[in-house]
């Protein structure tokens, strides 16, 4: 009975962790679990925070800025490289002549790898010595995902990639089946933010709605789940270890006119 217990808990963190990674739908574990969505509508930290009477990133919410998606076929890395409606986590030379985008969701422990045994290597060979404009947007997967997402877009840009950092490598302290707004706020006070702050940015239906485009106009480019990655606008649809990505950034470091017009796909 002990064994069997055992290996269901084993199963149900499993599951908790792919979750986090799979784009166009979660495993479901209750039959209560949306996917792909983020949810707002939980209790707040405060009393002050009031319960919203809809998701607002449900698929359903808002649906006069939310039509339905086409995936775009071929698409160019001007239609990669286009502003959203949010400003986007950006580090590294702007004239690089790599630009490495990363769509990642916070509970995804695939892109907690690539940050801790990726990104580090990254930042110091290719970021550092302006060779590669590394670029964040936003992807989350699950109800979890999407409140600390909140919390992290609520925080000062200065501090984004610091608390971005801090919610992959703190991932067992606040990743659960259920959302939980006290383990989520606590690592955002690591960076400063407070629970007034966050109560607010919460409530702030502008930026959910803007996140909700990001995402939205991540899978018209063809994001299925995080990490996903275009490199020079080539969509790349897995994580990648550093070995794989020193292979497709070099030769466009040496020969920068290797950058693709359309951004082709690499599975």
Known sequence: MAARG???????ASALALAGCAGEGMVSLEPSMSSDVAETASVGVS???????VDPFSESAAPNVRPLREVI????VADVMRPGPIPEFSIGRAEAPVT???YASLTCPFCKRFQSDVFPTLKRDYIDTGKVRFI??????GKTSGMATIALRCA????Y?????RYLAQQAQWVSQEVRIEPILKVAQGVGLTAEQFDSCRQNQGMITALNQVKDRGRELGVIGTPNFFINGRLVKKALDLKELREMIDP?????????????VAR
């Open 100 to 102: 490495l985008i990363k």
């Open 73 to 76: 076929q071929n698409p160019t």
């Open 6 to 12: 055992g290996r269901w808990l084993l199963a149900l």
């Open 252 to 264: 466009l470091v040496e020969r920068p006119a290797l950058a693709a017009t359309p951004a082709s």
């Open 136 to 141: 964040i947007r936003e992807f989350p997967i």
């Open 161 to 165: 990639l610091d608390l971005y950092g």
């Open 47 to 53: 009393a002050k925070a009031p319960r919203p009477s």
């Open 156 to 159: 000062p840009m200065s501090r």
